[in-house]
């Protein structure tokens, strides 16, 4: 007989996401699915749609990194304008990238003080009245207030160079919109004593310290939950530092050997390809050169520090040193070690605003340039949850013909999976009862990623974490959902 139960609080994943595991007469798990179950429609919203209306209709995409979008669409009208990124006016450069760095900040605060810090706080098994930002506020009041002030200050600075906190218009194809004025500078430079760029920096350091604290007490749980081996892959710059912004491709294997390197990522596709599968509507990309079995591979912040050379500001650089340290060089596969690698990326998300905020070229200059049209154009940048690909065609009419996304979450897709079948087979397997902290833990695993599911298959609005825990035929015994609108069944 099935039966339902459904938990609270709301679950900290965005998005719809439906988890299934499977077990045999002994309670043992046989199979996991994470389904991504909701349309999958974005890509065709944009055909027909005017050339320069694209970098602020795909924002829709996403209420938590519309930048990224943004910038991403940009970067691929540029080309279609006729200007390479590496192109654009120094003013209009350094604008982008402070609004970008803006976002990389927010975006991983937001991640790792309000929805991951609870599970270390409180742990994995806690009160799920408690394990929320609530019960951080109530218990850390000092840490949750500088983490909302770290929140509004990333906020601020997309604010000033984007027009809005969310959905803003700052770039355009060919350049940007607008210079930084010397107050919008000083207020987020100088500002008051709790908020300018030197206390961001002071306070990201904190954080660290907070993650670096919990793991050495508690190092076997935070090293070996959901770890496992894969190949990497993120934008790195010529030199190979990490850059958020711009650079060629790179993807590495478990040991750190280079796939391929230096790419133009223009021509990603002949690198990339994408699977898709009956059960779920979002895809499963891969390295061509791989195949589909061997080519999965991870991105974002724990693929970023596996595939950089090194951090180009001295504070993070010191924290990427500690952290290489501790693999020996090699690269890290621990899954919980994401929120150690975008702790480092929020410190130097925050050491390069304050660096930028210092350049009087985002005061003055030219704000746009142009070129010679194309029919095409590829866009990549380093969104927070890892690497994103804009791709379109354009008619003579100036309207798009053909548009393909690549989302962060995406590419995160196999490893999420492979996350969510070792909590079943290391937490949930050989047990008649799944309980609450097991669910959570099933959940810890796939927030490692900070996944955005609804952005990864391009619908909109907020759903739960439905789990199914079936037999071997299929037939549902249990099923537990996450979601603000149902209560305790």
Not at 336 to 351: F, K, P, S, T
Not at 394 to 419: F, G, K, Q
Not at 432 to 458: K, W
Request: charged share 25%; with cysteine.
């Amino acid at each position: 007989m099935s039966r339902k139960i459904t938990i609270e609080p709301v679950t900290r994943v965005e998005g719809h996401g439906k988890v299934t595991i499977r077990i045999d007469d002994d309670n043992r798990v046989t199979d996991t699915r994470l389904h991504i179950v909701e349309f999958r429609g974005f890509e065709r919203f944009v055909q027909g749609r005017p050339l320069w209306e694209v970098v602020v209709l795909v924002q829709r995409l996403c209420g938590i990194c519309p930048v990224s979008h943004h910038l991403c669409a940009a970067k691929a009208m540029d080309v279609v304008s006729g200007v390479r990124s590496d192109q654009l006016t120094p003013t209009a450069e350094k604008m982008r990238r402070l609004m970008h760095y803006g976002q990389m900040f927010q975006s991983h605060v937001l991640h790792f003080f309000h929805l991951a810090s609870p599970d270390l706080l409180f742990g994995m098994d806690s009160d799920p009245a408690q394990r929320n930002i609530v019960g951080v506020l109530g218990a850390y009041p000092e840490l949750a207030r500088k983490a909302v002030l770290m929140r509004k200050f990333g906020q601020e600075v997309i604010r000033v160079t984007a027009g809005k906190k969310i959905h803003g218009t700052g770039a355009l194809p060919g350049g940007i919109n607008k210079h930084l004025s010397a107050e919008e500078r000083d207020a987020l430079l100088v500002g008051t004593f709790e908020f300018n760029a030197d206390r961001m920096v002071e306070w990201a350091q904190e954080g660290l310290e907070l993650f670096k604290a919990h793991q050495k007490a508690h190092k076997d749980l935070i090293d070996g939950f959901a770890a496992f081996p894969s190949n990497y892959l993120s934008l790195v710059r010529k030199d190979g530092a990490l850059d958020l912004y711009h650079g060629g491709l790179r993807a590495v294997d478990e040991f750190g050997q280079k796939i391929f390197d230096h790419v133009d990522y223009e021509e990603y596709a002949s690198y990339i390809a994408e699977e898709t599968r009956s059960w779920t509507y979002m895809k499963f990309p891969f390295i061509r050169s791989l195949g589909r079995e061997k080519g999965w591979y991870r991105v974002g912040p724990l693929a970023r520090l596996n595939t950089c050379d090194f951090i180009p500001s001295p504070l993070a650089q010191a924290e990427f040193e500690i952290y290489k340290a501790y693999t020996m060089g090699r690269p890290n596969g621990m899954s919980m070690h994401m929120h150690w690698a975008r702790l480092i990326e929020a410190l130097h998300a925050a050491e390069v605003i304050r660096d930028l905020l210092k350049d009087p070229d985002l005061l003055s200059g030219e704000l746009m340039t142009t070129g010679v049209r194309r029919g095409e154009g590829v866009g990549v940048i380093e969104a927070p949850r890892g690497t994103l690909f804009h791709h379109y065609q354009v008619d003579e009419h100036d309207l798009v013909t053909m548009c393909n996304l690549i989302v962060s979450t995406t590419s995160n897709n196999e490893a999420m999976n492979r996350a969510v079948h070792w909590v079943a087979d290391h937490v949930i397997s050989g047990h008649e009862d799944v309980t609450e902290g097991m669910l959570n833990q099933v959940e810890v695993a796939i927030r490692a990623y900070d996944p955005c599911l609804s952005c990864a298959t391009h619908a909109l609005g907020q759903m739960p974490l439905r789990l199914r825990v079936e037999n071997t035929k299929g037939e549902l015994l249990r099923e537990f959902v996450r979601d603000s609108s149902t209560r305790p069944a």
